[in-house]
């Protein structure tokens, strides 16, 4: 089983929508999680960390269920700069510092 | 404020030759980290530094692979021989010890081995 694993998409949604992307990791000793959002042919950037108690940005909102080990994004009113791969992150290995990156989920917003 | 440059940003070269690919983390990072990133596999870490010492080479494929930081604003990943498989996007990245684990990537060097 892959440590992070997310829906590869594509999702392909208007603006204006509200979109959610879910992953889910297996190392039930991670401890750290982000959301990490890579546009085309670029590269990735920390787009929001996710806390326990689920975390507000603007019009995204990160979810983390420790139970069932299990990440979510919504994004809100959805821009076509919205567009880009979304990549689920959580630590690994004991370490803050060694992310494991998810193959990412990849959004298209069409006008 | 410079973010991390790398280069070469692309890189042809034919199979058996020596590839290295160069990083300069921002200034006052403590950590750098060396990921390659394929279709197939995603964004992988193959090694990472702190404070220029390599603390985790796990990632590495295998002995054709090397990484060396011989000061605290510059690294070096080489590939000796290369081979097509090795193709893909290489990111090098910085962070700071005191931050929330974000990293800051460069803009990646893609390598293609004929």
């Known amino acids: 089983r892959k440590e992070v694993e997310q829906d590869p998409g594509p999702f392909n949604v208007p603006e204006g929508a509200t979109v959610a992307f879910n992953c889910t990791y297996s190392?039930?000793?991670?401890?750290?999680f982000f959301w990490y959002r890579q546009d085309c042919r670029k590269e990735p950037k920390l787009l929001m960390s996710v806390y326990s108690s689920g975390n507000e940005d603007g019009r995204f909102t990160a979810q983390l269920n420790r139970a069932s080990q299990y990440i979510s994004l919504l994004i809100r009113d959805s821009k076509l700069s919205d567009s880009a791969t979304y990549l689920c992150v959580t630590n690994s290995g004991g370490s803050n510092y060694k992310l494991t990156f998810g193959k990412g989920t990849l959004l298209t917003v069409n006008p | 404020d410079a973010g991390v440059i790398q280069s070469p940003r692309h890189e042809v070269t034919e199979m058996g030759q020596e590839v290295t690919l160069r990083c300069k983390p921002i200034?006052?990072?403590?950590?750098l980290f060396w990921y390659r990133q394929t279709m197939m596999r995603g964004l992988e870490l193959l090694i990472y530094?702190?404070?220029?010492?390599?603390?985790?080479d796990s990632g590495m494929p295998e002995d054709r692979f090397s990484a060396k930081m011989p000061n605290a604003s510059f690294s070096t990943l080489k590939i000796q021989p290369s081979e097509p498989r090795d193709s893909a996007v290489y990111f090098c990245?910085?962070?700071?010890?005191?931050?929330?684990?974000?990293?800051?990537f460069g803009p990646g060097t893609r390598l293609t081995v004929t």
């Open positions: 190392n039930s000793a991670s401890q750290s």
């Open positions: 530094f702190n404070n220029n010492v390599p603390i985790d």
């Open positions: 200034s006052g990072h403590d950590y």
């Open positions: 990245a910085s962070s700071l010890r005191s931050g929330s684990g974000e990293q800051y």
